[in-house]
Nanobody
Framework: VQLQASGGGLVQAGDSLRLSCAASGGSSFRRYVMGWFRQAPGKEREFVSAIGRGGSALYEDSVRGRFTVSRDNAKNTVYLQMNSLKPEDTAVYYC???????????????????WGQGTLVTVSS
């Protein structure tokens, strides 16, 4: 499956952005667990959120309550709604997909086989 992330941009602290990740090719989209990760300059890639095949969501502690992940299987797309953005949310955001991943591995980047190219989110203070 090929993943195309979009929606990043430059915003001010407190603003909102919605990232999208469109999938094409591969197996039926509903078979994939979809994850969002981010990588800030000079830092390792970190987990942000994931959504399971049935719509169950998982969030990293620092984004819980501010970010919402969702999926539209008819559109082969996963979204990340980001509200109340903070400067520390600045990073390149990547979407990822995997068919085989189990619940306990949703936050592990090594468990995802497919990755999008990333979209840059910059939050100014």
């Amino acid at each position: 499956v090929q993943l195309q992330a979009s929606g990043g941009g430059l915003v001010q602290a407190g603003d909102s952005l919605r990232l999208s990740c469109a999938a094409s090719g591969g197996s039926s989209f509903r078979r994939y667990v979809m994850g969002w990760f981010r990588q800030a300059p000079g830092k390792e890639r970190e987990f942000v959120s994931a959504i399971g095949r049935g719509g169950s969501a998982l969030y990293e502690d620092s984004v819980r309550g501010r970010f919402t992940v969702s999926r539209d299987n008819a559109k082969n797309t996963v979204y990340l709604q980001m509200n109340s953005l903070k400067p520390e949310d600045t990073a390149v955001y990547y979407c990822a997909a995997d068919q085989q991943i189990i619940n306990s591995e949703y936050s592990n980047s090594r468990s995802y086989e497919h990755w999008g190219q990333g979209t840059l989110v910059t939050v100014s203070s």
